[in-house]
């Protein structure tokens, strides 16, 4: 079956790294990740790829400012309805910051990524994790208060403002060894203020209630 295969393209974009996976892989298209700094350099790779009569699309990123945030969204909309084993994620042909964010989406979402190291191609493990399946109803009404004021400066005033002890706060915000808290599973940042836990949505958090995540 042949693959549609998504590498981000930056201005020190390596073409090499970019074109071994396309020898290696049946290709029904390759899409070029990029922000106003790379566009030239993916136009350039488009022109190459057509001579080879290898069929080639751009799609910018939003530029937030969170890599993290943009590539969830934009790997979100390319895949959304579409069969995930058609797709290949290719991190090498970027820099460090994007390759970890791809390599997350990648991972939340259950798709192929590949890294390529010393013109070899690596497999990266497929892993499949579902944030809904373990933020049972106590936790997801943490979420919502979290994503509608987007942070509480003590555990105490999100107690108060969901209705729930602090003691059950606690034991969500920071979970057990049986069970995985918000902190743990990344959906919160929490900061020590003047002896006070403040607690914020973290990216992953706002990605999570934002359904680009499931």
Same mark, same amino acid.
């Given at each position: ?7 981000? &393209? ?11 996976? +396309?020898? *290696?892989?049946?290709? /029904? ?33 939003? *530029? ?8 969830? &969204? &934009?790997?979100?909309?390319?895949? *959304? ?6 797709? +290949? ?66 555990? /105490? ?33 929490? /900061? ?23």
């Amino acid at each position: 079956m042949k693959k549609t295969i998504i590498s981000p &393209v930056d201005m020190e974009t390596d073409q090499k790294t970019l074109f071994i996976p +396309i020898k *290696e892989f049946p290709i /029904e298209r390759l899409i070029l990740l990029t922000s106003s700094t790379g566009i030239v350099k993916a136009e350039s790779i488009v022109k190459e790829l057509e001579k080879l009569s290898i069929p080639a699309s751009i799609v910018r990123i939003k *530029e937030s400012g969170n890599p993290w945030e943009d590539f969830f &969204v &934009v790997l979100k909309d390319i895949i *959304e309805g579409q069969n995930k084993s058609n797709f +290949i994620i290719n991190i090498s042909t970027s820099d460090r910051i994007s390759q970890c964010a791809l390599t997350n989406a990648a991972h939340v979402n259950g798709i192929k990524a590949i890294a390529v190291i010393d013109g070899k191609i690596k497999l990266l493990p497929i892993l499949k994790f579902s944030y809904s399946s373990v933020l049972l109803d106590k936790k997801m009404k943490l979420m919502h208060h979290l994503a509608e004021n987007n942070c509480f400066h003590s555990l /105490e005033d999100l107690a108060k403002k969901t209705g729930m002890s602090l003691q059950l706060v606690s034991y969500h915000i920071n979970g057990t060894p049986r069970s995985l808290g918000l902190n743990q599973l990344e959906l919160i940042d929490t /900061e020590d203020v003047k002896g006070r836990t403040k607690v914020c949505i973290s990216a992953m958090g706002r990605l999570f209630m934002q359904g680009y995540i499931k």
